[in-house]
């Protein structure tokens, strides 16, 4: 398994953007799917985006951050983004960083056996 830790959380006004970063630890980074999870108080954690190991890192989102939320990597620097953009007070939610080698859709929160601690965004109105 691989070693997670995410950064780059905090407290933004809606409209405003925040950058995760997740770093992994490990030789084979670049043979995981990785993926974003999030937890709102009171709520069970969903899906929020993905990108796969594959040449290309093909990538998912859901559809609540389709067209604002951006996810990248660097293999090189065994690291995962999530650029949040136009944020709203419903992102608030504390967001994981996980890591699978599974091959199915990378949607579902069971297919993924690492997981950071998690780090809050607060974005208020």
């Known amino acids: 398994q691989v070693q997670l830790v995410e950064s780059g959380g905090g407290l933004v006004q809606a409209g405003g953007s925040l950058r995760l970063s997740c770093a992994a630890s490990g030789r084979t980074f670049s043979s995981y799917t990785m993926g974003w999870f999030r937890q709102a108080p009171g709520k069970e954690r969903e899906f929020v985006a993905a990108i796969s190991w594959t040449s290309g890192g093909n990538t998912y989102y859901a559809d609540s951050v389709k067209g604002r939320f951006t996810i990248s990597r660097d293999n090189a620097k065994n690291t995962v983004y999530l650029q949040m953009n136009s944020l709203k007070p419903e992102d608030t939610a504390v967001y994981f960083c996980?890591?699978?080698?599974?091959?199915?859709?990378?949607?579902?929160?069971?297919?993924?056996?690492?997981w950071g601690q998690g780090t809050q965004v607060n974005v208020s109105s």
């Open positions: 996980a890591a699978t080698r599974s091959m199915l859709p990378p949607q579902v929160e069971s297919r993924f056996g690492s």
